[in-house]
Nanobody, 126 residues
Framework: QVQLVESGGGLVQPGGSLRLSCAASGRTFSSCAMGWFRQAPGKEREFVAAIRSSGGTTYYADPVKGRFTISRDNAKNTVYLQMNSLKPEDTAVYYC???????????????????WGQGTQVTVSS
């Protein structure tokens, strides 16, 4: 069993920054890839970013490239999402998720992730 707890969401003005954190427990964190997804009201959950277990390879959705950075600290069992130059269209509930050994398929597919956090709200508004 894996537990994921997100934090760091909130209200920010357009152009501002936030850093989300996702603390993991219950399994060997360092052997699992981690992903961030988001879901806006009335929309499907969409991929934001992912990072492989070693942290050496990252993936980003086109709308966030150049603005968001995913990173991880395996010593702290935590993955981060640094969000800069935020836009109103970034408003959503942000979820972290984990996929461990045996998972296959594109890192952007929610179905390839086995465990999810409860989400943290990010609102970008003036």
């Amino acid at each position: 069993q894996v537990q994921l707890v997100e934090s760091g969401g909130g209200l920010v003005q357009p152009g501002g920054s936030l850093r989300l954190s996702c603390a993991a427990s219950g399994r060997t964190f360092s052997s699992c890839a981690m992903g961030w997804f988001r879901q806006a009201p009335g929309k499907e959950r969409e991929f934001v970013a992912a990072i492989r277990s070693s942290g050496g390879t990252t993936y980003y959705a086109d709308p966030v490239k150049g603005r968001f950075t995913i990173s991880r600290d395996n010593a702290k069992n935590t993955v981060y999402l640094q969000m800069n130059s935020l836009k109103p269209e970034d408003t959503a509930v942000y979820y972290c998720a984990t996929r461990c050994r045996g998972a296959s398929g594109a890192y952007s597919l929610p179905s390839t992730y086995g465990y999810w956090g409860q989400g943290t709200q990010v609102t970008v508004s003036s």
